[in-house]
Each structure stands twice: as C-alpha cells, then as structure tokens.
C-alpha cells in the first residue's frame, strides 16, 4: 500500500483538495474537490436548548488531542450503519504523521473513563478541515462538534471546512457553498496567517488580533473557570461561548 507524503497532503488542503479512499481495504487513494462543500460558519452554529443542556450537564468529560489515534481508529470502524469506510490504513498513517507535526486534532468525549464520542481533522492556518466523527452514546459527536466550534472561536480561526453536506451537519448549522466561493474563504481563512488583519501581522496584533490557536481555549485566562491548561472547562462555559439557543 503506498503511503501519502504529509508535505503533499498539507499542500493539498491549502488549494481545497483531500484523500479518499473506496474501502478500508482499498490499496489506493484519489483527490476529491467537491463541487459543493460544506462549511459550518463558526457565528451560525445551531445549538438547541437539548444540546445546551446535555453540554451544560458536563455528562461527558471533553479532551483534546488525548487519544488522537483511538480516534482515527473508531472513525474507521466498521458499525450496523456504515459496514465500511473511506479511512484506509494509508489515510490513517498519514494522519497521524500530520498529528506529530502539529497540523492535525481531535476532540474526545469520555463517559466513565470510556472513549464514546470525538472527532479530528486537519489545522492549516486559520482554517480547520473536519474529517470525520463517531458516536457511541447519544449526542456525543453534536457534543465533540460544539466544543471544537467553541475551541476555533477563541482561537481565532476563520474556516471550519465540513467537506460534504449531510442532514446530521445541516441539523446544526452547516451550509454548502460553491467551490469557487470556497477557495475565496479557504484564502482568507490561510492569509490570515501571513498578513494578519489588514495585510499587516504587526498591524493586527496592535489592534488585539492573535494568531491561530487551537489551544487557546485551554489557557484563555478570560473565560471564567480556565485557570490553568489542564484545569476542566465546564460545559456551561462552552454553552456561553456558543452564544444563543434555539
């Protein structure tokens, strides 16, 4: 099975292009850009009083980049509603080469000291690109979705790419937009790291910009109850971030 070199893949995210595979067993890999892509703007995710009120519960416990792996693993095992995946053993090494450089994440989700939830994806600049996500209790992917939308906000990212469509992404905010007015957010999203606000990262910093932090989240000595970084962020904080419900 040939691998996929990480400088190829990082190369490929920055003009809007991702790997998939036919199967899990699939020796091969092709380069999909979607007509369509789906995006969920982070000002317009849908958070509804139950999910509110699941997160504010704290009935799971929500880490990041703690299991990295055991993530990318559940996202590529075979369950009663999808006998099969797009994750092939050659995606799934070359993401976790993108998690040692520092480019690729997960959001985990624990109920009693059990791996029942998350989700990773790939950080390039101020744009993160959903891979994929898993669910083994009830709301435990929504739950992993809305503290990475909270995590992205804080940390000033500008794009969260959802790749395609589907009812369960629509349901909490998700919309999909040409390829051409994607590749327009995608360079905004990429440039911000560069040039900062206005074209100028000098400029920016004046004016209280940051840079693109996916841990900013973990150490952001405004929130309420984020005193140190490994001190928990309770639900309730994610739910204030998130804004209002509906």
Request: with cysteine.
């Amino acid at each position: 099975m040939k691998s996929i070199d990480p400088d190829l893949l990082l190369r490929a995210y920055s003009i809007g292009v991702f790997p998939m595979a036919d199967s899990r067993a699939a020796d091969d890999v092709y380069w999909v850009e979607p007509k369509k892509r789906g995006i969920l703007p982070l000002d317009q995710f849908r958070l509804t009083r139950s999910l509110a009120k699941t997160i504010r519960s704290d009935r799971f416990t929500v880490t990041a980049d703690h299991a990295f792996a055991q993530v990318v693993a559940e996202c590529a095992a075979a369950t009663g509603d999808r006998p099969d995946t797009w994750i092939n053993p050659a995606i799934e090494e070359a993401y976790a080469d993108l998690h040692k450089r520092g480019h690729a994440h997960s959001v985990e989700c624990w109920r009693d000291g059990r791996l029942v939830g998350g989700l990773y994806g790939v950080r390039l600049g101020g744009a993160f690109f959903g891979e994929s996500m898993f669910s083994r209790e009830s709301n435990a992917s929504k739950v992993a979705l809305a503290w990475l939308v909270a995590r992205l906000k804080v940390g000033w990212f500008r794009l969260l790419d959802c790749q395609f469509i589907t009812d369960h992404l629509q349901s909490l905010g998700a919309i999909e937009v040409t390829r051409d007015d994607y590749v327009g957010l995608l360079d905004v999203a990429l440039g911000v790291v560069a040039g900062g606000v206005g074209g100028s990262a000098v400029a920016g910093a004046a004016a209280g910009w940051s840079p693109p932090d996916f841990f900013a989240l973990d150490g952001d000595a405004t929130l309420p109850d984020t005193r140190t970084v490994s001190g928990p962020i309770s639900g309730c904080t994610i739910v204030q971030l998130l804004g209002q419900t509906s």
